[in-house]
């Protein structure tokens, strides 16, 4: 999580937390990561309930899946993506991740399994990218790090 505009300029990843409540909030010392990290802080928990009617009421998902989950499969599934993001916005679509579904931390196993469970992937196969879709406002670009943040040679 990148909170206010300094921390999303100065790192340019993450998911970003911006907008005039967010600065103030930030600011008086109301909300910061170790906030962000206590599931019982009535902000967290408002955040988490704001998610549950976008979900409640997309108009859909997609997901994609592999039958395996090697490195190299795991990169075929991010041109894929990428490719299904252009094809979506081409149609006038919008896509929002939702890789919150399928963390891989010990407290989200039971849900990232039911989760795998309810969209069809198996054993050794993996969901590698769950979207909602939809049409939405137009937004600016994400932040985004160079390349030579991401290769070395
Ligand atoms: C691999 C990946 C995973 C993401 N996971 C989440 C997520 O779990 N929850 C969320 O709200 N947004 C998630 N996002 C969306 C980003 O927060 C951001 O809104 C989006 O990437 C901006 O669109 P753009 O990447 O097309 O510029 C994810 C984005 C990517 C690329």
Redo the contacts with the bound molecule.
């Keep these: 999580m990148r909170i206010g505009a300094r921390q999303i300029a100065e790192h340019r990843d ?3 937390m911006d907008g005039p409540m967010i600065e103030f909030a930030h600011a008086v010392g109301l909300l910061n990561h170790s906030v962000l990290a206590d599931i019982e802080h009535p902000l967290v928990k408002q955040g988490y309930e704001a ?1 549950r009617p976008l979900a409640l009421e997309a108009p859909a998902f997609i997901w994609i899946n592999s039958t395996d989950n090697t490195r190299t499969t795991q990169i075929e599934a ?1 041109r894929a ?1 990428a490719r299904l ?1 252009l094809a979506a916005t081409r149609a006038g679509l919008a ?9 891989e931390y010990p407290e989200m196993a039971a849900f990232h399994a039911r989760a795998e469970e309810l969209m069809s992937a198996p054993s050794e196969a993996r969901v590698q ?1 769950f979207v909602r879709v939809g049409y939405g406002r137009q ?1 600016g ?2 932040p ?1 790090r160079g390349l030579s943040d991401h290769i070395r040679a």
């Design positions: 993450g998911l970003v998610f991010g993506y993001n896509m929002h991740p939702w890789s919150q579904a399928l963390q990218m937004t670009p994400a985004r």
